[in-house]
Structure formats: structure tokens, C-alpha cells
């Protein structure tokens, strides 16, 4: 492609990170499938972003899709196209957004098995090292992302002053730079509390973050992964633990025992509620019992009977 075509994808890269709140993970598969697209553009002669097309995204998604590449993957390559296509348009490149009509493969959507209840108490409950500062963060981060349900891009961008321990609550910063206000509990309380007492020795000088390293500064996405696979290790956990699973077995559990899926959609900072479904791991029974004692124009007397053909949502 021609050096305008590339630099309008420098201004978006430069767009997402300054106004956007990506984890750079995010961030860096936006700059591959994007990187993808223009070595397809090269190779077919289109030489700028005006010249692309329709056939040309389903031909680009298709010769990914020979190469193996799976639908989720292909579905977020495409997402990444056509966010990059609205920045132009909004810049006034573009009249035409031509990757919106084109559909990837259907690809499953799947989550990993939640941790369940014993098996979080199991997780979070540590004999000993009660003056090891690191097995102290550790403990009051895992309670945090249990307790509110967070990200693990939330959990590292957390500061000081986002917790409020005597209301009970977090400020979290989610995706799209959208906030809100999560409930923590008195377990997570207490073991940021603790660990708040262990942070004066360990954090830089002016350091907001809630979490530091051993080195003083923010602790990075790689780091708590390998501290949360290492906990579940040390603990017995036969699955593999890392973060999202906390915020999965968040959201599983307090569903299972509320059957709110709305309060839980508010929870998770979900902006669309068939998102927050794929957590859900009850029946279509239990869910209609749900749906008959709270709807005020449900069959509250009249107790329903399975139909066939329903299945359990995913």
C-alpha cells in the first residue's frame, strides 16, 4: 500500500492509544490483523483504503480461513477492520464502511469451566506466609477480582484512591473508558486492607498504583498471571487458575444465585446483555422459574413444564 494508506493506520494506532482504554494486549491484536490486511491489500493491488471493497474483506477473511485460522480469531480481524474503517469515516476518508456488512465464520463461544465455591475457598484460603508482603498482595488481589468481578486490565490500572474501604466499593475503569461503581466484600476488605499495611515498604515514592512489585512499580498483566497460576498450583487446584477465571466464576456463581442477569451485566460493565449470557449456566427451567416469580405479566401461578427443544444456554 502507499505511505497515506499506512500512516492512516499510524493514526489509528495513535487514536486507540491515546482516547481508547485498550489493554495493550488488545491493543497489539489490533495492530497484527491490521498488519494482516495490508500484506493481503499488497498482494491483491489494491493500494489504498479507497479501493477496498466488500469482496475484497470476505476474499481476505477466506484466505485466513484456509490458513487455518479459527472464527473467533477471524471475527475479532474483522472487528479490528471495521473499527479502523469507522475512524476513517469519521474522519472524512471514507463514505462507506465497506466491512460492515461482511459476516466471519460463526465460531462457539466458549469460557473455561468455572472454579466452583469449595474450590475458590480452597484458592483463596492460605495457611502460613502471613509476613511474606507478596503472598499478602497476591491474596488481596485474588480476593478482589472474586469479589468485583474485574478484568485483569482493570485489576492493573487500579490506583489508590479507586478503593474505598469503608464504603465497601471500587471506581473501576472498564473498556471504552467507561466507569463504574462495584460492590467489595468483607473478605476482599480485609485482605486489601492488609495488604495496604504491607504497600508503604514496597511502592516508589509516588506511586499510585494499588499493586506494586517487589520493584516498587505497577505490576504488569504477565506478572499476575504467573503469580495467580502459581497460587493455584501451590494450593491444589487441579485446573489452571489465571484471571478471568476469577471474574467467570464471579459471574457464574452470583447468576446461579441470584438468577439477576442484569445486575450481574451491570457488574461485569457488559454493554450488551447477550455478552453476560454466555456466563450463564442454568436451564430453561430454572430460568422461567426465575422469570415467573419476578415478571409482573408472568404465569406466577401457573407452573410452567419443560418445552422440548430448549437446551441449556451455552
Given amino acids: 500500500m502507499h505511505h497515506t494508506a499506512q500512516q492512516w493506520i499510524d493514526n489509528f494506532l495513535q487514536h486507540l492509544n491515546i482516547e481508547r482504554c485498550l489493554s495493550p494486549h488488545t491493543f497489539n491484536n489490533y495492530q497484527r490483523d491490521l498488519r494482516n490486511i495490508v500484506a493481503y491489500c ?14 475484497h474483506v470476505r476474499a481476505w477473511l477466506a ?10 480469531s477471524l471475527a475479532r480481524a474483522l472487528s479490528a477492520l471495521r473499527s479502523f474503517l469507522r475512524f476513517l469515516m469519521r474522519e472524512g476518508y471514507l463514505q462507506k464502511n465497506v466491512a460492515q456488512g461482511v459476516q466471519a465464520p460463526k465460531a462457539p463461544r466458549k469460557l473455561p469451566e468455572p472454579l466452583d465455591v469449595d474450590e475458590m475457598t480452597q484458592l483463596l484460603s492460605v495457611a502460613g506466609d ?10 488481596a488481589m485474588l480476593e478482589l477480582m472474586y469479589s468485583a468481578g474485574l478484568r485483569l486490565a482493570e485489576l492493573v490500572s487500579l490506583d489508590m484512591g479507586q478503593i474505598d474501604l469503608t464504603d465497601g466499593s471500587v471506581e473501576v475503569l472498564g473498556k471504552g473508558n467507561k466507569t463504574r461503581l462495584v460492590p467489595v466484600g468483607r473478605y476482599a476488605r480485609e485482605a486489601i486492607l492488609d495488604w495496604q499495611r504491607q504497600r508503604a515498604a514496597l511502592a516508589d515514592d509516588g506511586e499510585p498504583a494499588l499493586f506494586v512489585s517487589q520493584r516498587g512499580g505497577r505490576l504488569t498483566p504477565r506478572a499476575i498471571q504467573q503469580r495467580f497460576r502459581q497460587r493455584g498450583i501451590q494450593q491444589g487446584i487441579t485446573s489452571r487458575v489465571h484471571p478471568h477465571k476469577l471474574r467467570h466464576a464471579f459471574a457464574s456463581h452470583l447468576l446461579e444465585s441470584s438468577g439477576d442477569l442484569r445486575a450481574v451485566q451491570e457488574l461485569l460493565g457488559h454493554a450488551d446483555i447477550s455478552t453476560t449470557q454466555i456466563y450463564t449456566h442454568l436451564d430453561f427451567q430454572r430460568l422461567a ?13 401457573t407452573p410452567r413444564k419443560g418445552k422440548p427443544g430448549l437446551r441449556k444456554l451455552p
Fill in 289 to 301: 422459574e426465575v422469570y415467573d416469580k419476578a415478571h409482573p405479566r408472568a404465569r406466577n401461578n
Fill in 42 to 55: 499488497d498482494s491483491v493491488g489494491v493500494t489504498d483504503w479507497l479501493s477496498l471493497d466488500a469482496k
Fill in 63 to 72: 484466505s485466513r480461513h484456509r490458513q487455518g485460522i479459527g472464527g473467533r
Fill in 130 to 139: 502471613v509476613n511474606d508482603p507478596l503472598a499478602i498482595r497476591d491474596t
